[in-house]
């Protein structure tokens, strides 16, 4: 039951590394951070440089990982829940 809430944890984490402009990729070009929202535009331009929101691709991973690992939890299917 840990297991589920570390990921959750983690995944509110990734937010909060965004606002505080902590965690980001390589930089990029505007063509590329265009298909963003502007909240995250204005959030990844550092300095008037835009970088790579790598929290989207971090954040999915771990709310993929929290959905198997909630379903695991609660499955009948299987006798053996490791988690």
């Given at each position: ?31 590329f ?13 550092i ?37």
């Amino acid at each position: 039951m840990a297991a589920p809430s570390i990921i959750l944890t983690q995944a509110l984490g990734r937010w909060g590394n965004f606002f505080n402009q902590e965690a980001h990729g390589d930089s990029v070009s505007y063509e590329f951070i265009k298909h963003f929202p502007m909240f995250i535009q204005k959030g990844m331009n550092i300095d008037g440089i835009y970088y790579n929101p790598t929290l989207i691709s971090k954040f999915r991973k771990n709310k993929n990982v929290l959905q198997v690992s909630s379903s695991c939890v609660s499955c009948k299917i299987c006798e053996k829940n490791v988690l």
